[in-house]
């Protein structure tokens, strides 16, 4: 069974960093493009960066130069590093097997100002 597990949201003031984790199981992690994802209330889901099985990064232009995503597929694991956080970052944030049903459960990430 393909399963991901995100962790690492929580409540945050701006300007402050948050570091979320995807720990996959099932798949053959290290052969996919992993993405994550965030919904904030009321918006539709949207791509917030990806990452390829060989490293290769892409962001939004809204988190450039704040986010950075990585992976070590040996631990089957990705990386959000989330710094210079803004309110309008507030949303649930997904870990995705890019272009697959495969989503984790979800984390919350909750910037104050």
């Known amino acids: 069974q393909v399963q991901l597990v995100e962790s690492g949201g929580g409540l945050v003031q701006a300007g402050g960093s948050l570091r979320l984790s995807c720990a996959g199981s099932?798949?053959?992690?290290?052969?996919?493009?992993m993405a994550w994802y965030r919904q904030a209330p009321g918006n539709q889901r949207d791509l917030v960066a990806t990452i390829t099985s060989g490293g290769s990064t892409n962001y939004a232009d809204s988190v450039k130069g704040r986010f950075t995503i990585s992976r070590d597929n040996a631990k089957n694991t990705v990386w959000l590093q989330m710094s210079s956080l803004k309110p309008e970052d507030t949303a649930i944030y997904y870990c995705?097997?890019?272009?697959?049903?495969?989503w984790g459960q979800g984390t919350q990430v909750t910037v104050s100002s």
């Open positions: 099932g798949i053959i992690f290290r052969f996919n493009t």
């Open positions: 995705n097997v890019l272009a697959t049903l495969v």
